[in-house]
């Protein structure tokens, strides 16, 4: 998963027990070490057009910086990683030493495998309470809980890398963090603009003809035809807020999905400034001028819960996984439809409630 405005309302670890979680150190893999050594030396400059190359280009140079040696897959993890975090409200040290900790654990790679149970970008083990199998190979699930985690560490923040991640990880191989923070906090440094939210904009209001200026929201994005059912029209009755929220979310329609993506720019050439399921969401309501934070995970915590037969617009409805743990979210806008963000390979599109509500976990009220 811009995206730093919003002030996250985590949820409560509940048995996930993060506090003690073990987490066993990968042995597996090149870039996965279990000694310590010296830290490579980084070139800032290179590292930045590595992340530039296989953002705008899906190619960049495997040889250019060590431990970087397939930037492709690498640069995007790193990405979500980092948003994960800005979306949390946590600082660039508290990034750096996720990167750097992902870097030790599983070279910045999804991995499907690992010492014991351990899986994901930080080897987490679902055994120790982490999430399932599934949830800790979601890269913004596994980042929320390593940050989660990394905020319960009293005083992190004037810890040193390896004693950061050494206390949300407990591994095996405790000095072995230190190497890479600095290619870690190149990188935080390259990523930062990419996904750090526009400073102090006025929200936008984009409600038709009813508003002041006259806008017709077409600063949203254009709806593309036929993706709303004939006759549509935003809710009348509801807060004018969320009217904004609803046209601002209408006008990412069609846009393609992107796991991790900021949604900052849905029609623009950067896909990871395209638009998950949560940060659709997120987006829409900042353009009306509302807080909401980054994920699904976190989002279920905010507003105030409603009954699914109590529906109004605007409303989030959140489906599968748990209640506790949604993992999809998606807008109610009126008319018995929903806007969201499906899953990758698809786009941004328009759901019907009856197709929903079997699936409904939790509704909150947002407005």
């Not at 060590?66 to 690498?74: A, F, I, N, S, T």
């Amino acid at each position: 998963m811009k995206t730093t405005a919003a002030v996250v309302a985590l949820v409560a670890a509940g048995p996930l027990m993060l506090i003690v979680p073990v987490v066993g150190a990968l042995a597996a893999g090149g870039d996965v070490t279990c000694s310590d050594s010296a830290s490579p030396a980084v070139d800032a400059d290179v590292v930045a057009d590595q992340v530039a190359d296989a953002l705008e280009n899906g190619e960049a140079d495997p040889s250019a910086v060590p431990g970087l040696d397939d930037p492709k897959e690498q640069v995007p993890h790193a990405v979500t990683i980092q948003a994960t975090g800005a979306a949390m409200d946590i600082p660039a040290r508290g990034q750096i030493i996720a990167l750097a900790t992902a870097l030790q654990e599983s070279g910045l790679r999804n991995l499907n495998y690992g010492d014991r149970d351990s899986l994901g970008l930080f080897q987490q083990r679902p055994s120790q309470g982490w999430g399932t199998a599934e949830q800790v190979r979601d890269p913004v699930y596994a980042s929320t809980k390593f940050y989660e985690g990394l905020r319960q560490v009293s005083g992190w923040e004037s810890l040193t890398v390896t004693q950061a991640a050494q206390a949300v990880q407990r591994s095996a191989y405790p000095d072995a963090y230190a190497k890479w923070e600095p290619l870690a906090t190149a990188l935080q440094q390259a990523i930062d603009p990419l996904v750090s939210a526009p400073g102090n904009e006025e929200p936008r209001n984009g409600l038709g003809c009813d508003d002041e200026d006259g806008s017709d929201g077409s600063e949203f994005g254009d709806i593309p035809a036929g993706a709303l059912p004939e006759g549509y029209s935003l809710p009348a009755n509801a807060p004018e807020n969320v009217r904004t929220a609803i046209r601002w979310a209408l006008g990412q329609l069609g846009t393609p999905y992107q796991w991790g993506g900021s949604c900052t720019d849905a029609h623009g050439p950067d896909a990871m400034r395209r638009c998950d399921c949560s940060s659709l969401m997120q987006m829409a309501y900042q353009a009306a001028g509302v807080e909401l934070s980054r994920t699904t995970y976190t989002q279920v915590g905010e507003g105030e819960a409603v009954s699914v037969d109590a529906l109004k617009p605007g409303d989030l409805l959140f489906t599968q996984g748990t209640a506790e743990v949604p993992e999809h979210v998606g807008m109610f806008i009126g008319s018995g439809l929903v806007v969201h963000a499906p899953k990758t390979g698809d786009v941004v599109r328009i759901a019907t409630l009856a197709d929903w509500r079997d699936q409904v976990l939790v509704v909150r009220r947002i407005v």
